[in-house]
């Protein structure tokens, strides 16, 4: 549970965040950003204690996720980012670290390329900068690929949903938008990778979306960035996999 949750007005949008720990003043706060479909439990549920121990946690949901109802205005990574520095604004936070999952890593790498200003230090899990970066049997539409979701896993998002959202019966609309901006061009280029200032740590699993190679290619671009490929994990474990993923992410960020 969090220690306080609330909404904000931020971009037309009302926007459900959560707060988790407390800050000491020596430590940014941090912000987690959740992947696509998700809530905040479903991204972060495993990590957020460790994450939150002498740290502020803020964790909003994003548009048209859990209980943050959607608009129609179109999704996309620079409209959510758009969104995460407003309600920052909103909450007096001028830097912060991020950690973004997913989509929420997209809108975190969003958020460091055009707003190095407001970016501590960035973890980017299971987040590519350019659509080769995926594996090409992610984007096949029969749903075969032991990469993805498996039907339970959707199950369990659609329960997440229906448990929380202001309008549970759009489930399927709301799925089809997110994947769309999922899949939208990416509007990075490997000169912005060379340009963040950021300290940076790439997270994957060994059978993630994206393509260790590309991983390792953002790692070579991205000034003194780290990679850490997590073995036999998946995209859909990668944040759940506590025993390995702590202690990088609390090194890293400390």
């Known amino acids: 549970m969090p220690d306080s949750s609330a909404r904000a007005e931020v971009d037309g949008l009302h926007m459900y965040y959560e707060l988790h720990g407390s800050g000491d003043g020596e430590r940014r706060p941090l912000v987690l950003l959740h992947g696509g479909v998700h809530t905040v439990e479903l991204s972060f549920a495993a990590v957020l204690p460790a994450l ?7 964790a909003p949901e994003l548009q048209g996720h859990g209980r943050t109802a959607d ?36 809108t975190a790498l969003e958020i460091a390329v055009r707003h190095p200003e407001r970016v501590g230090r960035l973890v980017l899990a299971a987040t590519h900068y350019r659509q080769d970066g995926y594996h090409d049997d992610v ?42 901006a999922a899949h939208a061009a990416l509007p990075w ?17 060994d059978n993630d979306f994206v393509r260790v190679e590309h991983a390792a290619q953002m790692q070579a671009l991205i000034p ?17 996999r506590t025993s390995v993923l702590v202690p990088l992410l609390t090194e890293f960020l400390d």
């Open 52 to 58: 939150a121990d002498g740290r502020l946690i803020v």
């Open 189 to 205: 280029t490997a000169d912005d990778l060379r340009a963040l200032t950021a300290p940076t740590l790439l997270v994957i699993g």
């Open 71 to 106: 608009t129609a205005r179109e999704m996309t990574v620079a409209n959510l980012a758009s969104d995460v520095l407003a309600l920052l604004d909103e909450l007096g936070i001028e830097q912060a670290d991020f950690l973004g999952f997913s989509l929420g890593g997209l």
């Open 139 to 180: 984007r096949t539409s029969d749903f075969a690929s032991p990469r993805l979701p498996s039907q339970a896993d959707f199950q369990e998002m659609a329960e997440a949903y229906a448990a929380v959202a202001p309008h549970p019966e759009h489930f399927q609309d709301f799925l089809a938008k997110v994947t769309g």
């Open 224 to 240: 003194g960035a780290r990679l850490a490929v997590l073995p036999a994990t998946t995209h859909v474990t990668l944040m759940r």
